[in-house]
């Protein structure tokens, strides 16, 4: 299988008023290319604290993460930011529209700061095309339900192409109905689009969905399946 991200012993403590605490501890996984991996564990089980580092929000106290060859725990931080904002792209549980921009608008920003230059008007309308909300283009995020805010978020999020999606609890905060429309969207990108999707979740309902699954408690690796 081809991977396109991994981590080698990665570890990160957080200092507390005694000794450090330890996040994570000892984690290596492998992020197949064009696949939806799912981060599984209860809350506190480490499962945000890696997606973080893996999209370059965090660095890890020890250990290695590569993004294909390149060691991205060496970059600057300038680099890093760059690397967010052309390599990867972000979904919230809290989704996180501009509240005063259309969802055309929301999905155009994303191109903006990605430097793309031209008629981003096509793009903008595959990507609402591609999670079914065409229709909804001229749509004020209060005027949107939470999954159909929640499906904005992920047009607006694979906008420039990016080759990895972090998606942290996208379905945290929508019904069972709702939130497994949108794993399935997930579902159709990584086969229409070719792009690597990263998803924590705690709900065991959606694990049959993941190519590949990771399950975290207390900080480390506890389960692996395919």
């Known amino acids: 299988m081809d991977y396109i991200m991994r981590t080698e012993q990665v570890g990160r403590a957080f200092k507390t008023q005694g000794d450090d605490f330890w996040a994570l501890k000892e984690i290596s996984v492998e992020i197949p290319k064009g ?15 890696l997606m973080n580092i893996l999209g370059a929000l965090d660095q890890p106290t020890e250990g290695t993460v590569y993004f294909g060859e390149q060691d991205i725990t060496k970059l600057s931080e300038e680099e890093r930011t760059m690397l967010r904002r052309k390599r990867v792209g972000f979904v919230f549980q809290s989704i996180a529209l501009i509240p ?3 969802a055309y608008e929301n999905v155009d920003f994303a191109l903006r700061m990605a430097g793309c230059k031209g008629d981003r008007k ?8 591609l999670v079914g ?5 001229d749509h004020m995020p209060q005027e949107l339900s939470g999954g159909e805010q929640q499906r904005i978020a992920i047009a607006r999020a694979i906008a420039h192409r990016p080759e990895v999606i972090f ?10 109905m709702t939130g497994l429309a949108v ?4 579902r159709e990108l990584t086969e229409k689009e070719g ?3 990263v998803m924590t979740t705690h709900d065991v309902g959606l694990m049959e969905f993941g190519d590949q699954v990771y399950e975290l408690e207390g900080g480390r690796l506890v389960h692996e399946e395919e």
Do not use: W
């Open 35 to 49: 696949k939806l991996t799912i981060l599984r564990g209860r809350s506190g089980s480490g499962k945000t604290t």
């Open 100 to 102: 005063m921009m259309t």
């Open 122 to 129: 096509e793009r903008v309308m595959e990507c609402l095309h």
């Open 133 to 137: 909300l065409a229709n909804r283009a």
């Open 167 to 176: 998606a942290d609890e996208p379905t945290g905060a929508l019904d069972t």
């Open 183 to 186: 794993v399935k969207i997930f």
């Open 195 to 197: 792009v690597t999707i």
